[in-house]
């Protein structure tokens, strides 16, 4: 009971913890900006030989750094590409890294170590990442998971990987240096692309929608809805809402996925993660913002990054451009794409 106590109030305080995020302008080695006196952020994005690397534009020298070995993924069975891609992630603070690794029912969710570069398992299967895929609470201290038969009976003949089903079950929280944490979340209402943020009074809420895509919910930290926004009521999202890529640190900006196309996703319920998006719209007033139709790839307190290839730009709320510049050979071709403002 004593250990039991000490994890709930751990749960707690790290739900109370205020994440800051501000990007400013920059000038970025040449790249087009509209200022030169501040530097942007930290890039997180995968090369050809499975590594995943850290570029920081300030820093001296400039080039990407490894900081990850994820070669292992592909020792797995199953579609082990599109899984890592559907559930890589990294916590807002950048301690760490979490990916699934396997598509099969050996499957596992690893955590990775981005100063050590040390890999260890944090739960064996069933762990979902079509619906419910892994996600960081705001101060990175923990992951919210969900545990269901995500694997029905395989094939008939041969030894084939089972197909997936539409299954639910409980979420948990795992820590990179704790292990599991009791369950505190209580999804009543079934949904996909559980994403925390930090309300005003410093509590952690949660954005997800529901398999159609027809509703978005907002939670508090136990999963007791606070508020329902009805995708009609969102401008830009024509003429069909598939999913959510993100929510900034606020709650307040989301990035959305409209439409058909090389958005990572497919109209429906269970489908993988999209990895960029087409619109990001304020939930306050339900209007789209920014500069019209540059996607998004995150969202973040000052504004939201697009790409386009190799090429990638932060926008403000306002539409204003703030910055652009060229991604490094060595992960401009990276599936997934994590951006850290500075002093985030």
């Not at 005003?200 to 930290?221: C, F, I, K, S």
Request: net charge negative; with cysteine; glycine share 14%.
């Amino acid at each position: 009971m004593a250990e039991y106590e000490h994890r709930r109030r751990w749960i707690a305080a790290a739900t109370a913890v205020v994440i800051a995020g501000a990007s400013a302008a920059c000038d970025l080695d040449g790249a087009s900006s509209s200022s030169a006196d501040a530097e942007a952020g930290v890039f997180y994005g995968l090369g050809d030989d499975h590594r995943l690397y850290r570029w920081d534009p300030g820093a001296e020298g400039g080039g990407p750094e490894a900081v990850l070995d994820l070669g292992g993924v592909w020792e797995q069975e199953g579609d082990v590409g599109t899984v890592l891609r559907a559930s890589l992630s990294v916590d807002p603070r950048q301690r760490y890294a979490a990916w699934i690794a396997g598509g099969s029912t050996d499957a596992v969710l690893n955590f990775g170590d981005l100063e050590t570069g040390e890999v260890t398992t944090a739960v064996e299967y069933p762990v979902d990442h079509v619906c419910i895929d892994p996600a960081w609470l705001g101060d990175g201290s923990a992951l919210l998971v969900h545990r269901a038969a995500v694997w029905g009976e395989a094939p008939e003949g041969g030894d084939a990987t089972p197909l997936p089903v539409e299954s639910w079950g409980d979420t948990e929280w795992y820590s990179p240096g704790t292990g599991a944490l009791p369950a505190t979340v209580d999804l009543d209402t079934r949904g996909c692309r559980v994403r925390w943020y930090t309300a005003e009074d410093g509590t952690a809420q949660a954005l997800y929608h529901n398999p159609e895509v027809t509703e978005l919910y907002r939670v508090d930290a136990s999963g007791e809805i606070l508020e329902t926004i009805p995708a009609s009521s969102l401008q830009g999202t024509e003429p069909h809402l598939i999913g959510m890529v993100g929510v900034d640190p606020t709650g307040r900006y989301a990035c959305l996925v409209d439409d058909y196309g090389p958005y990572g996703a497919a109209k429906g319920g269970f489908t993988m993660r999209a990895e960029s998006g087409t619109r990001v719209v304020d939930l306050e007033n339900g209007e789209a913002v920014g500069a019209g139709d540059d996607g998004c790839v995150s969202v973040h307190e000052a504004g939201y990054l697009s790409r386009d290839g190799a090429s990638v730009a932060f926008t403000g709320y306002g539409g204003e451009r703030q910055w652009s510049t060229e991604l490094p050979g060595t992960i401009a071709e990276s599936p997934v794409l994590f951006y850290m403002p500075n002093d985030s």
